[in-house]
Each structure stands twice: as structure tokens, then as C-alpha cells.
């Protein structure tokens, strides 16, 4: 940057949005986190824990384009308050849930909350980060998902041992409201807008009209997937570890943290692995993510039915830094496709469609595992389906490449 106030300020800055993607992560991670708790008294088979992600993300996926298209409009300040408000009330009220039924509804207007988080934070980002840092930043920013799932997995289990599963969720919830207000308190715009000052795509990206959106799609195709794989991780790891490690639901829950860890090292490394051993490449950074974890959850899946803690650790740690800590470098990706302007819009429509994957996709590995008995089917049967993903991303997609960009490759 040239203007040396804003090349101080804008870490500062990247650390505030990485503290609300912090906050907002504990609400939602808190579903997964405390499912041993709750299943028991709320009576829930495997599937309908799923479906409360489902929940989450159907209301994410209903808001996230009006979401985007406010992020657009409103700016970053108003769009992450009313964000973590909504978020912080809904999570609140999952405490009162009295059945399966309430709990949905509830997690899903906590999703609608939600959704106004990423098109604020990332078009952060793309406001105060040149492209040439710009993975990086996002990577960072995208740590703070995974971060969150860690305060969750440490705090909320020790709420659950203090006053119980429903104190834990006005807990995650109260911390939501108060960071809606530090935010708007703290938040500041550059004072040079570092993306006005790009050099343009070049034609064969984001220059012909319409082109942008059929990558976007291509985009949205390959890290549905790949999202599917996530949650599924994420949801089903302390089940998985309790039902088949003889793990306790506290330790089962503990344990989850070790995948957000390993999301937190793959968003700032695998940003790091863009911007400097790939000069700024996305695309096929992603792929690469993709089949390493197509290889991981064929390992999970190939572990006994009784697996090693020595064996099974070390591969949902690894399997966090993949299937979690790919979103940094797809972000990235999705802002530098449509172009400043239309960031919010466009990250709300690649949201909006990661959501129904994860829609459908959370509850059916749960279903696979209700109706077999066996988490190795239904690990298999996730990595066919990021296999998919990536393939089509690898064949269908265009990376956007900007002149700065191929100055620096030939360099």
C-alpha cells in the first residue's frame, strides 16, 4: 500500500474481523460441540443432529444473497452488527427449546443471523488487502471459523460440567451481542481503497459480460462439496470419537478442537502456500486441498471399528487442515472473480448455494450411519462425493488472472 497509515492500521483492522468471525463460530460450532449432551434429553437419533445444521444453513442460504446485496450497500460496519444481533438472540433462545422441533426453527433463524457475517468480513478484507496478500489475509480472517469452533470445544463443555447444555447456549449467545457492539465501536474504513487501485482482470476472467457468473458456479459446485465434507466432519467427530473410540461425551467434545486447530493452519497456510509458492493461483491450490481430502476420509474410513487414538487423531487434525481450512483461498478466489463491487453479492450467492449442499449433505452421513451402522460407509461415501467436486472444479473453472499477477509469475 502507499498510504502508510493504512499499511499500519490494516492488521489491526484484519484482527477485528477475525475476532467476529471468533464470536460468531462459537454460536455455531456450539450445535456439534454440545450435541452429546443434548441428544440424550432431547431424545435425537444421529440424522437429526445433522439436520440442525441443516437448520443453520437453510437460513444462511435464505439470507445470504439479500446479505451479500446489503454488504454491497450498507457497508461492513452495519451488516456485522445486525449479524452477530441476530445470531446472539437465536442462540440464546435455543435454551428454552423444548423438542427436536423448536431447537430447528430456533438454529435456523440463528442461521439468518449468521449469513451476514462473511459478505461483511470478506469484503473487509478486499477493501484494505491487495491481491497480492490478499489469500493470506483471507486465510487469517477464515481462522477465525475454525478459532471459534476451539473456544467452543473448550468453553462450552466446561459450561455444560458448571450449569448445564441450555445455560452453555445463552452463554455463546450473550458473547455474540456483546461483539456485535465492540465491532461497529472499532471498525474503521481505509483510508485508500486498495482494490480501486488494481490493475483490471484480464479478459478472459471477470472482463466478458456474464463470464464471472459461470465461474462463480464452477466455484460453488466444487466447494459445496468440499463444505459437505466439512460439516460432516465437524458435526459427527465427537459422535464418532464417543461411539467408537469409547470416548466420554466431555473428552469426545474436547477433541473436536484438534480438527479446528488443524482449520486454523490450513487457512493461513494454505493462504500463504497462494499468494507465494503459487504466485497468487487459486485454483489449483484448491484442487490439491481437494485430493488430500479425498485421501483423508478414505483413511477414516478404512480405520476398524474400534480405531486407535494413536491413528485416528493425527487424521482428523490433518483432515481439519483440508476440509476446513480451504475456505481462506476460495474466498479469495470468489472476490477477485466478481470484482470489489460486487463481492458481497457474489459471496452470497456462492453461500447461499455451499448451503444447500450442506443442507442435504450434513443429515445424509448421519442417515448413511443410522441405517448401516457403520461410519466407514459413511465415510467413503463423503470422499466419492468431494472426489466429484474436485474434479469438476479442476475441468470447469477459469481462474481470473490480473496483470500485477502475471508480472509476478514471470519475475
Known amino acids: 500500500m502507499d498510504n502508510p497509515q493504512s499499511d499500519r492500521f490494516r492488521w489491526a483492522v484484519l484482527a477485528l474481523i477475525t475476532f ?3 464470536i460468531g463460530a ?15 434429553d432431547l431424545d435425537l437419533s444421529r440424522a437429526q443432529i445433522g ?26 460496519r452495519s451488516t456485522a452488527l445486525g449479524g452477530h444481533l441476530l445470531l446472539g438472540l437465536y442462540t440464546a433462545a435455543v435454551a428454552a427449546a423444548p423438542s427436536f422441533g423448536w431447537a430447528f426453527a430456533i438454529f435456523l433463524f440463528a442461521g439468518l443471523g449468521y449469513s451476514f457475517l462473511n459478505p461483511a468480513s470478506t469484503k473487509g478484507v478486499m477493501h484494505w488487502f491487495s491481491r497480492a ?7 487469517i480472517k477464515q481462522t477465525g471459523v475454525p478459532a471459534g469452533g476451539v473456544v467452543a470445544a473448550v468453553l462450552a463443555p466446561s459450561l455444560v460440567l458448571l450449569a448445564g447444555w441450555r445455560i452453555a447456549f445463552v452463554g455463546l449467545g450473550v458473547i455474540n451481542l456483546l461483539s456485535g457492539f465492540i465491532f461497529w465501536f472499532l471498525w474503521r474504513e481505509p483510508a485508500v481503497d486498495v482494490a480501486q487501485a488494481e490493475p483490471a482482470a484480464a479478459p478472459t476472467a471477470a472482463g466478458r459480460p456474464g463470464s464471472w457468473m459461470k465461474q462463480l458456479l464452477c466455484v460453488s459446485f466444487g466447494t459445496a462439496l468440499l463444505l459437505v465434507g466439512q460439516m460432516s466432519l465437524l458435526t459427527y467427530v465427537p459422535l464418532y470419537l464417543k461411539e467408537t473410540a469409547g470416548l466420554s461425551s466431555y473428552w469426545a467434545s474436547q477433541a473436536l478442537a484438534l480438527t479446528q486447530l488443524g482449520g486454523m493452519v490450513g487457512r493461513v497456510g494454505w493462504g500463504v502456500v497462494s499468494d507465494r509458492l ?14 488430500l481430502s479425498v485421501a483423508l476420509t478414505f483413511a477414516l474410513g478404512a480405520l476398524p471399528g474400534t480405531p486407535s487414538l494413536i491413528v485416528v487423531l493425527p487424521l482428523i487434525f490433518f483432515a481439519g ?14 472476490g477477485e472473480i466478481a470484482g470489489k463491487a460486487q463481492t458481497g453479492a457474489a459471496l452470497g450467492m456462492v453461500i447461499t448455494i455451499n448451503s444447500i449442499g450442506t443442507i442435504f ?12 451402522g457403520s461410519y466407514s460407509t459413511a465415510w467413503q461415501a463423503l470422499a466419492v462425493a468431494i472426489l ?10 477459469k481462474e481470473p488472472k490480473s496483470d500485477s499477477l502475471s508480472a509476478t509469475a514471470r519475475s
Open 20 to 22: 467476529s468471525h471468533v
Open 361 to 372: 449433505g450434513t443429515p445424509l452421513f448421519g442417515y448413511i450411519v443410522d441405517v448401516t
Open 278 to 291: 503459487f504466485h497468487g493461483a487459486r485454483k489449483v491450490v484448491l484442487v490439491l486441498i481437494g485430493f
Open 51 to 76: 439436520l440442525f445444521f441443516t437448520a443453520f444453513y437453510l437460513g444462511m442460504a435464505g439470507l445470504s444473497l439479500p446479505a451479500g446485496w446489503l454488504a454491497d450497500r450498507l457497508g461492513v
Open 388 to 397: 466429484v467436486g474436485i474434479v469438476a472444479l479442476s475441468v470447469f473453472l
Open 321 to 334: 487442515v483440508c476440509m476446513v481450512g480451504f475456505q481462506g483461498v476460495s474466498y479469495a478466489l470468489i
Open 133 to 139: 496478500e490478499r489469500a493470506t489475509a483471507m486465510g
Open 26 to 40: 462459537t454460536a455455531q460450532y456450539g450445535i456439534n460441540t454440545l450435541a452429546p449432551f443434548y441428544q440424550q
